[in-house]
Each structure stands twice: as structure tokens, then as C-alpha cells.
């Protein structure tokens, strides 16, 4: 598996780039922070939602948060993390 930074480090609420899974193919996704931080400091709540892109809404598959930073998501399926305002920089990972 490759790991790839889908959306860098940022606070502000933004989707990540598109995360395309082969049919029968998994891929890992994932939350990060800057090296140093406290992302589970008092105040510091944050979550990002997994979604499926279709061709309408988005489906929510799973959320990311301190507690859950990562999941596997299977495919066929194009998968978006869209990142909620956050008081401290979270980043969004996979692993395809």
C-alpha cells in the first residue's frame, strides 16, 4: 500500500481529493496532525466525515475522529474526507 496525503494540514472545513478504490480492493483512511500537537487537549474537537461520492449527495460511510482516526473502506467506490472547522491542523490520509 502507498500512502498519500489527500488534504494537507489545515483548520478550515474542506474536502479532500477524490480516493478511488478498485472493486475488490480496500484502501486505509486516515486523520493526522502535526507532529507536537495535542489533538486530544480539552477544546480541541474535531471530526471528518468518510463519504461515498455519487452522483448526487455524498453518503456518509464513518466518521474520524481522536477516538477513531482511521478505517478501511472497500471498494468499487470513490471516497471523499470532508474536514469539519477545527481548532487544531488535521491532515487526511490513505493507504491504497
Same mark, same amino acid.
Given at each position: 500500500? /502507498?500512502?498519500? /496525503?489527500?488534504?494537507?494540514?489545515?483548520?478550515?472545513?474542506?474536502?479532500?481529493?477524490?480516493?478511488?478504490?478498485?472493486?475488490?480492493?480496500?484502501?486505509? *483512511?486516515?486523520?493526522?496532525?502535526?507532529?507536537?500537537?495535542?489533538?486530544?487537549?480539552?477544546?480541541?474537537?474535531? =471530526?471528518?466525515?468518510?463519504?461515498?461520492?455519487?452522483?448526487?449527495?455524498?453518503?456518509?460511510?464513518?466518521?474520524?475522529?481522536?477516538?477513531?482516526?482511521?478505517?478501511?473502506?472497500?471498494?468499487?467506490?470513490?471516497?471523499?474526507?470532508?474536514?469539519?472547522?477545527?481548532?487544531?491542523?488535521?491532515? *487526511? =490520509?490513505?493507504?491504497?
Amino acid at each position: 500500500m /502507498v500512502q498519500t /496525503v489527500s488534504l494537507p494540514l489545515g483548520t478550515a472545513a474542506e474536502p479532500s481529493a477524490d480516493i478511488p478504490v478498485a472493486s475488490g480492493a480496500e484502501a486505509v *483512511v486516515g486523520i493526522y496532525a502535526a507532529p507536537g500537537s495535542n489533538i486530544n487537549a480539552a477544546g480541541s474537537s474535531y =471530526f471528518c466525515d468518510v463519504v461515498l461520492v455519487t452522483p448526487g449527495e455524498p453518503i456518509r460511510v464513518t466518521r474520524l475522529d481522536s477516538s477513531k482516526p482511521t478505517t478501511k473502506v472497500a471498494g468499487p467506490g470513490t471516497f471523499r474526507v470532508l474536514r469539519s472547522p477545527a481548532l487544531v491542523s488535521i491532515g *487526511v =490520509f490513505s493507504e491504497v
